[in-house]
C-alpha cells in the first residue's frame, strides 16, 4: 500500500510540475506581449506629440502669414494651384507674371 501511495504521489508531483512549467511559459509571453505593447504606445505618444508640435508650428505660421493679394487678372487653375502650393510653404506673392 506503502509503495501505491508513493507512486501516486509522484504522479500528482510530475502532473504539477507540467502544469507550473505551463504557467511559467504562459506568464513570460504575457509579459513579452506587454512590453511590446508598451513600447507601442511609447512609440504612438511620440509620434502624437510631433504631429501636435507640427500643426501648432502650422497655426503659427498661418498667424504671421499675410493673405494672398488677388491679381488683378483672372487666375488659370494652374496659377490658383500654385498660390496654394507658396501658401502651404509659407511663400507670399501677390501676383504671379503670366
Not at 505593447?37 to 505660421?61: F, R, Y
Not at 493679394?69 to 504671379?96: F, N, Q, W, Y
Amino acid at each position: 500500500m506503502h509503495h501505491i501511495n508513493t507512486v501516486s504521489t509522484q504522479n500528482d508531483l510530475q502532473i504539477l510540475q507540467g502544469k507550473q512549467k505551463d504557467l511559467e511559459i504562459d506568464l513570460q509571453q504575457q509579459q513579452k506581449h506587454l512590453i511590446e505593447a508598451l513600447l507601442a504606445k511609447d512609440k504612438l505618444a511620440k509620434e502624437l506629440v510631433a504631429l501636435k508640435d507640427g500643426s501648432m508650428a502650422a497655426e503659427a505660421l498661418k498667424q504671421v502669414s499675410h493673405p494672398v493679394l488677388p491679381c488683378h487678372r483672372s487666375l488659370s487653375t494652374e496659377d490658383i494651384e500654385l498660390h496654394a502650393e507658396l501658401e502651404a510653404v509659407g511663400m507670399k506673392k501677390s501676383c504671379i507674371a503670366a
